[in-house]
């Protein structure tokens, strides 16, 4: 597709339920980030994906979070026995594989609003 | 810590005047400084970004910002708003050279008033 794509858009969950979310990134692109957005916060990093390496989780708030990148393109962020402060907004990000000291612009999903009641 | 600090939450200027969003961040390392645009339910737009070229950085939209390092700033300007222009922006930077996840300030909502 043109852009990030995720989804669901929105998603209303009651706690201790599971959830999944999924990112679509711009095709080509080899590295993928997940941030959480907070009512009245900033962007918060959850965990990065950069082609084969292993994925940087250290912005993941517990061990509730996980995610998982298939075949280098799709990914699921998962949150297990969610807590109502998991309510957020989860963007997804996705930029071509930056090699050495170079820096590639990252270019963000419209984002999942997650409600947990 | 390393941070971004964003001064004011919310910011309301008429139409046609000037536009100035305040950033200030704290690095140990020369940091990688952007703006970002969000718009009500949509995702993330690059406004601009430093990295260590110029320091005057122009931007889409007519946004253009400096990066003063002695200030530890990298503030956010355009000359006249517009109506469009109400939104809520973001700083963020690469304060780290070895992570490439960006940290973000907590964004300041701009009203534009005809």
Redesign the interface.
């Given at each position: 597709g043109a852009?990030?794509s995720q989804s669901p858009s929105n998603k209303v969950t009651e706690k201790g339920k599971d959830v999944e979310l999924r990112c679509d990134p711009i095709s080509g692109h080899t590295?993928l980030?997940w941030?959480r957005q907070s009512l009245?916060?900033?962007?918060?990093?959850l965990i990065?994906f950069?082609g084969n390496s292993a994925p940087?989780k250290?912005?993941l708030p517990s061990d509730r979070f996980s995610a998982e990148r298939t075949g280098g393109s799709v990914s699921t962020l998962t949150i297990q026995r969610t807590q109502q402060e998991d309510s957020a907004v989860y963007?997804c990000?996705s930029?071509f594989m930056?090699s050495g000291?170079n820096?590639n612009?990252?270019f963000?999903?419209?984002?999942t609003r997650l409600t947990v009641l | 810590a390393q941070s971004?600090t964003?001064l004011g939450?919310h910011v309301s200027v008429s139409e046609g005047a000037l536009v100035l969003l305040r950033c200030n961040y704290s690095s140990s390392v020369p940091p990688?400084l952007f703006w970002?645009v969000q718009y009500p339910?949509?995702?993330?737009?690059?406004l601009l970004?430093y990295?260590s070229a110029a320091t005057l950085v122009k931007g889409i939209n007519g946004f253009e910002a400096e990066f003063k390092k002695s200030e530890t700033s990298f503030h956010l300007t355009k000359p006249s708003a517009h109506m469009s222009d109400a939104a809520e922006y973001?700083c963020?930077a690469?304060l780290d050279?070895g992570?490439?996840?960006?940290?973000?300030?907590?964004?300041t909502r701009l009203q534009v008033q005809p």
């Open positions: 852009g990030v590295a980030y941030y009245g916060q900033g962007l918060e990093f990065y950069q940087d250290s912005g963007l990000a930029s930056a000291g820096w612009e990252q963000f999903g419209p984002g | 971004v964003q939450s990688y970002y339910n949509q995702g993330l737009q690059l970004k990295t973001f963020a690469r050279t992570r490439r996840a960006l940290t973000f300030g907590s964004g």
